[in-house]
């Protein structure tokens, strides 16, 4: 597990910057056939070694898709919109997830029989690379980087996602040239000024811990279930479905929450960094709560409420790297991801740990919400008005003058 988080984070920059040369029309397509060869090779290991170094290329597969598709919402949403498209980015991705948790139990336990212990599982695996490579054929063909440059977008559509009526869509004007784009592929980044920026280290404190504590679900939280509650694989399976769905309702209704408050307050401390604060200090107290419940259905309910909770949140940190890293997006949003996932990669080592240590779950359920307190307060202390540039100790000169200097003349 820690090994596809791993790689999966040291290759967010690369990929993203790739993302935005190629632009999501071919990035995403060729990420999404990569992760899915890893998947149906993984059905091949016959080592630790091979099934390590499969779920690695599974990592870098994956690592430009979030990127990618951040800078497509930028581009396609309104920014009173983008927070129920990233909403809906997270939360479709928890439908996989959840889908994936009860089709492997169940798949599990009606192949073994049929197949064998050596086989079912590498089947489970075949079964979970055609998705993919399904969808990256359709999505190439129906998919544009830009707007103006789909045929199904109307002058209407156009002006609400720009926000003005001065420039016409494609269908109402020329095709729009290469050269523009050219020139935002060139744009030079200014890593200095973006990495010595205070907003960005809080937005990838909160990932860091947030992603930790939804790690949870995905990796330890059947077994959790099964040594602890006495619950069956397939049963396991099913309850780790709950949390997960939760954080698809969670998902959605938070990214169109979060829109509606921006849309009525103009105000990004109540829309982003309000809204995360409040559901991820709410969803550590329900995981507290979870710890006193002997009932296991009610126990994984109370939880998953929880889930819901730090759900609402998640469009939040999406949406805010599209509103502070503007024309930066990509790169920001992969800091924030591979900082997330270093979170994530951490987590499953550490649960264990925890178990020698302590001889049982209760430090682990301890841990698992404090992570969500942390990232409440990282998200505390962010300021969300302006870009990640404007809140840097460093500003960079434009490229070819000079070298970078301290700003001193504005507080961090």
């Known amino acids: 597990m820690s090994v596809f988080f791993f790689s999966y984070a040291l290759c967010q920059i690369p990929t993203a910057q790739l993302s935005q040369r190629w632009g999501s029309r071919a990035a995403l397509p060729i990420f999404m056939v990569i992760s899915s060869i890893a998947t149906a090779l993984t059905a091949f290991s016959g080592s630790l070694w091979a099934l390590t170094i499969t779920r690695g290329f599974k990592g870098i597969g994956q690592a430009g898709l979030f990127p990618a598709c951040t800078m497509t919402i930028a581009k396609w949403f309104p920014k009173t919109g983008r927070g129920f498209g990233t909403g809906a980015l997270g939360g479709f991705m928890s439908v996989g997830g959840a889908v994936g948790a009860w089709l492997t139990g169940v798949m599990l336990e009606r192949l073994e029989p049929a197949v064998g212990r050596g086989w079912s599982w590498r089947l489970v695996f075949l079964v979970f690379s055609l998705p993919g490579l399904l969808w990256a054929a359709g999505f190439w063909a129906w998919f544009r980087n830009e707007p103006g440059q789909h045929k199904s977008v109307n002058a209407a559509e156009f002006d609400l996602i720009r926000g003005t009526t001065e420039t016409p869509p494609a269908a109402a004007a020329p095709a729009p040239t290469a050269a523009p784009v050219a020139a935002d592929v060139r744009r030079r980044t200014p890593w200095l000024a973006l990495y010595s920026s205070p907003a960005l280290w809080w937005i990838c404190g909160q990932q ?205």
């Open 208 to 412: 860091t811990f947030r992603a930790a504590g939804y790690m949870f679900f995905t990796s330890w939280f059947a077994t959790y279930l099964q040594e602890t509650r006495g619950v069956t694989i397939a049963r396991s399976g099913l309850l780790t479905m709950l949390p997960l769905l939760a954080t698809v309702i969670g998902s959605l209704l938070g990214g169109a929450t979060s829109d509606l408050i921006l849309k009525r307050t103009h105000s990004l401390n109540l829309a982003r960094k309000g809204m995360a604060v409040v559901c991820q200090t709410l969803c550590a107290a329900l995981i507290g709560a979870a710890f006193f419940i002997q009932e296991t259905n009610l126990a994984v309910l109370v939880i998953s409420l929880g889930s819901f909770c730090a759900a609402l949140a998640g469009p939040c940190a999406y949406t805010i790297t599209i509103d502070m890293g503007r024309e930066h997006v990509a790169t920001v949003n992969s800091t924030m991801n591979m900082c997330g996932n270093l979170g994530a990669w951490a987590f499953p080592i550490a649960v264990p740990v925890l178990l020698r240590q302590f001889g049982n779950w209760d430090a682990v359920l301890i841990v698992f919400g404090g992570t969500y307190l942390v990232s409440a307060a990282f998200w505390l202390i962010l300021n969300p008005n302006g870009n990640i540039l404007d809140q840097s100790l460093i500003r960079e000169a434009p490229a070819g003058i000079g070298k970078p200097r301290m700003d001193t003349d504005k507080h961090g």
